[in-house]
Protein backbone atom coordinates (compact mmCIF):
# COMPACT_ATOMS: atom_id res chain seq x y z
CA UNK A 1 0.00 0.00 0.00
CA UNK A 2 1.45 3.17 -1.46
CA UNK A 3 0.90 6.33 1.28
CA UNK A 4 0.99 9.96 -0.06
CA UNK A 5 3.29 12.35 1.69
CA UNK A 6 0.13 13.91 3.56
CA UNK A 7 -0.63 9.80 4.65
CA UNK A 8 3.05 9.22 5.15
CA UNK A 9 3.75 12.58 8.13
CA UNK A 10 0.66 10.95 10.06
CA UNK A 11 1.77 7.67 9.62
CA UNK A 12 5.81 8.02 10.70
CA UNK A 13 3.74 9.44 13.96
CA UNK A 14 1.33 6.93 14.31
CA UNK A 15 2.07 3.80 12.59
CA UNK A 16 -0.13 0.73 12.30
CA UNK A 17 0.97 -1.79 15.58
CA UNK A 18 -0.78 -4.57 13.42
CA UNK A 19 0.98 -3.81 10.48
CA UNK A 20 3.29 -6.62 8.64
CA UNK A 21 6.26 -4.07 7.38
CA UNK A 22 6.93 -0.66 6.15
CA UNK A 23 9.40 0.08 2.93
CA UNK A 24 11.01 3.64 4.13
CA UNK A 25 13.20 4.48 0.21
CA UNK A 26 15.10 7.73 -0.99
CA UNK A 27 17.87 9.81 -2.56
CA UNK A 28 19.02 11.42 1.15
CA UNK A 29 19.63 8.97 3.26
CA UNK A 30 19.93 11.40 6.35
CA UNK A 31 15.85 11.73 6.09
CA UNK A 32 15.40 7.96 5.56
CA UNK A 33 17.00 7.63 8.70
CA UNK A 34 15.17 10.26 10.76
CA UNK A 35 11.94 8.57 9.49
CA UNK A 36 13.35 5.20 9.93
CA UNK A 37 14.38 6.33 13.68
CA UNK A 38 10.91 7.86 14.36
CA UNK A 39 8.45 5.42 13.39
CA UNK A 40 10.32 2.40 15.23
CA UNK A 41 10.43 4.50 18.37
CA UNK A 42 6.59 4.52 17.93
CA UNK A 43 5.93 1.15 16.95
CA UNK A 44 8.37 -0.24 20.27
CA UNK A 45 9.06 3.22 22.72
CA UNK A 46 12.29 4.59 23.54
CA UNK A 47 13.04 1.43 25.80
CA UNK A 48 12.52 -1.17 22.79
CA UNK A 49 15.96 -1.45 21.73
CA UNK A 50 17.18 -1.52 24.93
CA UNK A 51 14.96 -4.22 25.87
CA UNK A 52 15.95 -6.32 23.01
CA UNK A 53 13.21 -5.75 20.95
CA UNK A 54 14.62 -4.35 17.70
CA UNK A 55 16.61 -6.99 15.71
CA UNK A 56 18.95 -4.73 12.66
CA UNK A 57 19.96 -6.99 9.78
CA UNK A 58 22.16 -5.13 7.24
CA UNK A 59 21.54 -5.62 4.01
CA UNK A 60 24.97 -7.12 3.14
CA UNK A 61 24.11 -10.02 5.74
CA UNK A 62 21.10 -11.08 4.52
CA UNK A 63 22.42 -12.13 1.00
CA UNK A 64 24.79 -14.08 2.91
CA UNK A 65 21.74 -15.69 5.01
CA UNK A 66 18.12 -15.30 3.98
CA UNK A 67 17.21 -17.07 7.16
CA UNK A 68 18.29 -13.82 9.45
CA UNK A 69 15.05 -11.92 8.59
CA UNK A 70 12.72 -14.99 9.38
CA UNK A 71 14.72 -15.89 12.26
CA UNK A 72 13.85 -12.17 13.58
CA UNK A 73 10.46 -11.88 12.99
CA UNK A 74 9.78 -15.02 14.80
CA UNK A 75 12.29 -14.56 17.93
CA UNK A 76 10.84 -13.32 21.04
CA UNK A 77 12.28 -11.05 23.55
CA UNK A 78 13.06 -11.57 27.02
CA UNK A 79 10.81 -8.13 27.11
CA UNK A 80 7.01 -7.91 26.71
CA UNK A 81 5.97 -5.77 23.97
CA UNK A 82 5.86 -5.25 19.79
CA UNK A 83 9.43 -6.32 18.07
CA UNK A 84 10.53 -4.60 15.01
CA UNK A 85 12.61 -6.45 12.20
CA UNK A 86 14.68 -3.74 10.25
CA UNK A 87 16.61 -4.55 7.36
CA UNK A 88 19.29 -1.31 6.24
CA UNK A 89 19.89 -0.82 2.86
CA UNK A 90 18.24 -3.04 0.94
CA UNK A 91 18.04 -3.41 -2.83
CA UNK A 92 15.87 -5.03 -5.78
CA UNK A 93 18.20 -8.57 -4.93
CA UNK A 94 16.58 -9.08 -1.58
CA UNK A 95 12.79 -8.72 -3.05
CA UNK A 96 12.33 -12.54 -2.87
CA UNK A 97 13.97 -13.18 0.37
CA UNK A 98 11.59 -10.57 2.29
CA UNK A 99 8.89 -11.02 0.34
CA UNK A 100 9.03 -14.45 1.74
CA UNK A 101 9.29 -13.25 5.36
CA UNK A 102 6.44 -11.09 4.33
CA UNK A 103 4.21 -14.05 3.03
CA UNK A 104 4.92 -16.50 6.42
CA UNK A 105 3.97 -13.12 8.41
CA UNK A 106 1.63 -14.09 11.43
CA UNK A 107 -0.03 -11.34 13.95
CA UNK A 108 2.24 -11.23 16.95
CA UNK A 109 5.52 -11.32 14.73
CA UNK A 110 7.47 -8.93 14.51
CA UNK A 111 7.01 -5.83 12.12
CA UNK A 112 9.27 -5.98 9.12
CA UNK A 113 10.74 -2.40 8.26
CA UNK A 114 12.65 -1.87 4.94
CA UNK A 115 15.15 1.27 4.42
CA UNK A 116 16.21 1.57 1.30
CA UNK A 117 18.18 4.12 -1.46
CA UNK A 118 16.02 5.88 -4.44
CA UNK A 119 13.97 3.03 -5.90
CA UNK A 120 12.30 3.23 -9.71
CA UNK A 121 8.73 2.82 -10.15
CA UNK A 122 9.74 -0.70 -11.58
CA UNK A 123 11.25 -1.72 -8.30
CA UNK A 124 10.78 -5.10 -7.03
CA UNK A 125 10.80 -3.98 -3.46
CA UNK A 126 8.35 -1.50 -4.40
CA UNK A 127 6.05 -3.40 -6.09
CA UNK A 128 5.94 -6.19 -3.46
CA UNK A 129 5.38 -3.68 -0.47
CA UNK A 130 2.88 -1.20 -2.32
CA UNK A 131 0.93 -4.97 -3.49
CA UNK A 132 0.21 -5.87 0.03
CA UNK A 133 -2.80 -5.13 2.07
CA UNK A 134 -0.85 -5.22 4.99
CA UNK A 135 2.33 -3.39 4.42
CA UNK A 136 3.11 0.23 3.36
CA UNK A 137 5.25 2.26 1.17
CA UNK A 138 6.61 5.94 1.71
CA UNK A 139 8.84 7.56 -0.59
CA UNK A 140 10.71 10.31 0.71
CA UNK A 141 12.03 12.74 -2.20
CA UNK A 142 14.54 15.62 -1.82
CA UNK A 143 11.63 18.10 -1.53
CA UNK A 144 11.98 21.26 0.82
CA UNK A 145 10.89 20.35 3.82
CA UNK A 146 7.24 21.01 4.89
CA UNK A 147 6.51 23.35 7.23
CA UNK A 148 5.11 21.37 9.84
CA UNK A 149 8.65 19.16 9.45
CA UNK A 150 10.85 22.59 10.09
CA UNK A 151 8.44 23.40 13.27
CA UNK A 152 9.43 19.38 14.10
CA UNK A 153 12.94 19.74 13.83
CA UNK A 154 12.84 23.31 15.38
CA UNK A 155 11.29 22.03 18.90
CA UNK A 156 13.50 18.66 18.91
CA UNK A 157 16.74 21.15 18.38
CA UNK A 158 14.98 22.87 21.67
CA UNK A 159 14.49 26.19 19.78
CA UNK A 160 10.99 27.41 20.69
CA UNK A 161 12.07 31.49 20.81
CA UNK A 162 12.22 32.38 17.26
CA UNK A 163 11.84 36.16 16.02
CA UNK A 164 9.55 36.77 13.07
CA UNK A 165 12.54 37.33 10.84
CA UNK A 166 14.32 34.14 11.98
CA UNK A 167 11.52 32.57 11.18
CA UNK A 168 11.38 34.04 7.40
CA UNK A 169 14.88 33.63 7.11
CA UNK A 170 14.43 29.29 8.60
CA UNK A 171 11.85 29.04 5.68
CA UNK A 172 14.07 30.30 2.76
CA UNK A 173 16.65 28.28 3.75
CA UNK A 174 14.61 25.27 3.85
CA UNK A 175 14.37 26.13 0.27
CA UNK A 176 17.66 26.82 -1.02
CA UNK A 177 19.34 23.95 0.39
CA UNK A 178 19.76 20.22 0.44
CA UNK A 179 17.09 18.60 3.12
CA UNK A 180 19.84 17.05 4.92
CA UNK A 181 22.42 20.30 5.10
CA UNK A 182 19.14 22.27 6.55
CA UNK A 183 18.65 19.53 9.40
CA UNK A 184 22.36 19.46 10.37
CA UNK A 185 22.03 23.38 10.09
CA UNK A 186 18.98 23.49 12.52
CA UNK A 187 20.61 20.95 14.85
CA UNK A 188 23.63 23.20 15.22
CA UNK A 189 21.09 26.15 15.82
CA UNK A 190 20.25 24.24 18.15
CA UNK A 191 23.85 23.91 20.00
CA UNK A 192 24.62 27.31 19.49
CA UNK A 193 21.30 28.57 21.25
CA UNK A 194 21.79 26.61 24.56
CA UNK A 195 21.38 28.65 27.26
CA UNK A 196 20.88 31.37 25.79
CA UNK A 197 17.26 32.50 26.65
CA UNK A 198 17.33 35.57 23.08
CA UNK A 199 15.01 34.69 20.73
CA UNK A 200 16.99 33.09 17.49
CA UNK A 201 17.67 35.81 14.92
CA UNK A 202 18.67 36.07 11.52
CA UNK A 203 22.44 36.80 12.67
CA UNK A 204 22.56 33.59 14.43
CA UNK A 205 21.18 31.89 11.28
CA UNK A 206 23.78 33.75 9.16
CA UNK A 207 26.39 32.54 12.03
CA UNK A 208 25.61 28.81 11.79
CA UNK A 209 24.86 28.37 8.02
CA UNK A 210 27.50 30.73 6.20
CA UNK A 211 27.06 28.53 2.86
CA UNK A 212 23.29 29.50 2.23
CA UNK A 213 24.06 32.12 0.18
CA UNK A 214 25.88 30.26 -2.17
CA UNK A 215 24.34 29.11 -5.67
CA UNK A 216 23.95 26.02 -7.70
CA UNK A 217 24.09 25.16 -11.52
CA UNK A 218 20.83 24.90 -10.98
CA UNK A 219 20.00 28.03 -10.12
CA UNK A 220 21.21 29.94 -12.86
CA UNK A 221 19.64 27.09 -15.49
CA UNK A 222 16.69 28.14 -14.20
CA UNK A 223 16.80 32.01 -14.34
CA UNK A 224 18.10 31.38 -17.95
CA UNK A 225 15.16 28.87 -19.02
CA UNK A 226 13.07 31.60 -17.48
CA UNK A 227 14.22 33.95 -19.23
CA UNK A 228 15.22 36.05 -16.61
CA UNK A 229 18.14 38.12 -18.29
CA UNK A 230 18.82 40.60 -15.69
CA UNK A 231 19.70 38.03 -13.34
CA UNK A 232 22.21 35.92 -15.03
CA UNK A 233 24.96 38.47 -14.51
CA UNK A 234 25.26 38.39 -10.88
CA UNK A 235 24.44 34.82 -10.68
CA UNK A 236 27.64 34.10 -12.86
CA UNK A 237 29.43 36.15 -10.33
CA UNK A 238 28.67 33.96 -7.45
CA UNK A 239 29.10 30.49 -9.83
CA UNK A 240 32.88 31.52 -10.92
CA UNK A 241 33.47 32.69 -7.46
CA UNK A 242 32.45 28.99 -5.84
CA UNK A 243 34.88 28.01 -8.75
CA UNK A 244 33.10 27.09 -11.56
CA UNK A 245 34.87 27.02 -15.10
CA UNK A 246 32.69 28.12 -18.36
CA UNK A 247 33.08 24.89 -20.06
CA UNK A 248 31.65 23.29 -16.95
CA UNK A 249 28.81 25.71 -17.18
CA UNK A 250 28.18 24.95 -20.75
CA UNK A 251 28.24 21.06 -20.77
CA UNK A 252 25.61 21.38 -17.67
CA UNK A 253 23.54 24.04 -19.63
CA UNK A 254 23.83 21.65 -22.29
CA UNK A 255 22.88 18.55 -20.47
CA UNK A 256 19.75 20.78 -19.33
CA UNK A 257 18.40 21.96 -22.64
CA UNK A 258 18.86 18.54 -24.25
CA UNK A 259 16.58 16.80 -21.58
CA UNK A 260 14.24 19.79 -22.22
CA UNK A 261 14.58 18.34 -25.57
CA UNK A 262 13.50 14.83 -25.53
CA UNK A 263 10.59 16.13 -22.81
CA UNK A 264 9.19 18.67 -25.20
CA UNK A 265 9.71 16.09 -27.90
CA UNK A 266 7.60 13.16 -26.88
CA UNK A 267 4.79 11.76 -28.31
CA UNK A 268 2.69 11.80 -25.16
CA UNK A 269 3.40 15.60 -23.74
CA UNK A 270 6.03 16.83 -21.08
CA UNK A 271 4.42 14.97 -18.56
CA UNK A 272 5.16 11.82 -20.21
CA UNK A 273 8.66 12.88 -21.64
CA UNK A 274 9.38 13.69 -17.86
CA UNK A 275 8.80 9.64 -17.05
CA UNK A 276 11.23 8.94 -19.39
CA UNK A 277 14.13 10.78 -18.33
CA UNK A 278 17.04 8.77 -16.70
CA UNK A 279 18.27 9.11 -13.96
CA UNK A 280 14.76 10.03 -13.05
CA UNK A 281 14.12 13.97 -11.89
CA UNK A 282 11.55 14.13 -8.86
CA UNK A 283 9.70 16.92 -6.85
CA UNK A 284 9.92 20.72 -7.56
CA UNK A 285 12.63 20.08 -10.77
CA UNK A 286 10.28 17.47 -12.08
CA UNK A 287 7.53 20.01 -12.53
CA UNK A 288 10.07 22.71 -13.28
CA UNK A 289 11.33 21.10 -16.10
CA UNK A 290 7.82 20.09 -17.61
CA UNK A 291 6.53 23.43 -17.28
CA UNK A 292 9.58 24.83 -19.07
CA UNK A 293 9.46 22.08 -21.94
CA UNK A 294 6.03 23.26 -22.42
CA UNK A 295 6.79 27.28 -22.85
CA UNK A 296 9.99 26.22 -25.09
CA UNK A 297 8.83 23.54 -27.14
CA UNK A 298 10.81 21.45 -29.56
CA UNK A 299 11.88 24.03 -32.21
CA UNK A 300 13.10 26.38 -29.89
CA UNK A 301 14.84 24.15 -27.85
CA UNK A 302 16.95 22.43 -31.41
CA UNK A 303 18.16 25.72 -31.44
CA UNK A 304 18.98 26.34 -27.99
CA UNK A 305 20.95 23.62 -28.15
CA UNK A 306 22.73 24.19 -31.21
CA UNK A 307 23.58 27.61 -30.01
CA UNK A 308 25.42 25.93 -26.81
CA UNK A 309 26.98 23.27 -28.77
CA UNK A 310 28.60 26.20 -30.79
CA UNK A 311 29.34 27.72 -27.70
CA UNK A 312 31.28 24.83 -26.18
CA UNK A 313 33.23 24.22 -29.59
CA UNK A 314 34.74 27.93 -29.26
CA UNK A 315 35.69 27.24 -25.53
CA UNK A 316 37.44 24.18 -26.44
CA UNK A 317 39.37 25.41 -29.09
CA UNK A 318 42.04 28.59 -28.51
CA UNK A 319 40.09 32.14 -29.37
CA UNK A 320 40.95 35.61 -28.56
CA UNK A 321 37.39 35.98 -26.24
CA UNK A 322 37.60 35.39 -22.69
CA UNK A 323 35.81 32.34 -21.75
CA UNK A 324 33.67 33.69 -19.34
CA UNK A 325 31.99 36.29 -21.96
CA UNK A 326 31.79 33.98 -24.43
CA UNK A 327 29.73 31.74 -22.04
CA UNK A 328 27.91 34.59 -20.54
CA UNK A 329 27.15 35.84 -24.18
CA UNK A 330 25.46 32.31 -24.74
CA UNK A 331 23.33 32.80 -21.57
CA UNK A 332 21.83 35.53 -22.25
CA UNK A 333 20.82 34.55 -25.62
CA UNK A 334 19.62 31.25 -24.56
CA UNK A 335 16.92 33.91 -21.74
CA UNK A 336 16.47 36.20 -24.23
CA UNK A 337 15.34 33.29 -26.85
CA UNK A 338 12.85 31.78 -23.92
CA UNK A 339 11.27 35.60 -23.69
CA UNK A 340 9.93 35.54 -27.56
Not at 70 to 99: C, H, K, W, Y
Request: proline share 6%; with cysteine.
Amino acid sequence: MKLSAREAASYFAKPDPNGTGLLIYGEDTMRVATRRAEVIGALIGPQGEAEMRLTRIPASDLRKDNALLNDAMLGQSFFPGPRVALVEDATDGLAEVIGNALADWRSGDAQIIVTASGLTAKSALRKLFEGHNKAHTIGLYDDPPSQSEVDAMLTSAGLTRISRDAQAALSALSRSIDPGDFRQTVEKLGLYKLGDPTELSPGDIAAIAPGAGEVSLDDLLGIVSDGRTAEIASVLRRLYAQGTQPVGLCIGALRHFRALHGVASDPGGPSAGIGRLRPPVYGPRRDAMIRQAGQWGREKLERAVTLLLDTDLQLRNSTRAPNQALAERALIRLAMMARR
